[in-house]
Nanobody, 123 residues
Framework: QVRLVESGGGSVRAGESLRLSCSAG???????AGWFRQAPGKEREFVSA????????IYADSVKGRFTVSRDRVANTIYLQMNNLRPEDTAVYYC?????????????????WGQGTQVTVSS
């Protein structure tokens, strides 16, 4: 069974940084990947997506300029560098692998999901 394993979450103060990692294991590195988050009482929302070779990257407006997604295809790991964190970034963050080489905001395009990692930002 292929699993996605997120790590790197934690509790920080506003303005600080965290780097999330997602080990994709045996999942094909030829698929796009994405990060999503779910805050308490809210629906899961899109954060960022990266194509199979990193050539196509998109971000939610709320994180643009603060978050950076990247991937290491050899290690088959996807990263989310989060800078200048805000209390409204508090959520469980999920990584996901898409069905194709390029993907976007639509969660139905993603076929495999991790268990999530908690990020808590205090003011």
């Amino acid at each position: 069974q292929v699993r996605l394993v997120e790590s790197g979450g934690g509790s920080v103060r506003a303005g600080e940084s965290l780097r999330l990692s997602c080990s994709a294991g045996r999942t094909s590195s030829n698929n796009a990947a994405g990060w999503f988050r779910q805050a308490p009482g809210k629906e899961r929302e899109f954060v960022s997506a990266i194509s199979w070779n990193g050539g196509n990257i998109i971000y939610a407006d709320s994180v643009k300029g603060r978050f950076t997604v990247s991937r290491d295809r050899v290690a088959n790991t996807i990263y989310l560098q989060m800078n200048n964190l805000r209390p409204e970034d508090t959520a469980v963050y999920y990584c996901a692998v898409a069905r194709g080489a390029v993907s976007g905001r639509d969660q139905s395009n993603y076929k495999k999901w991790g268990q999530g990692t908690q990020v808590t930002v205090s003011s």
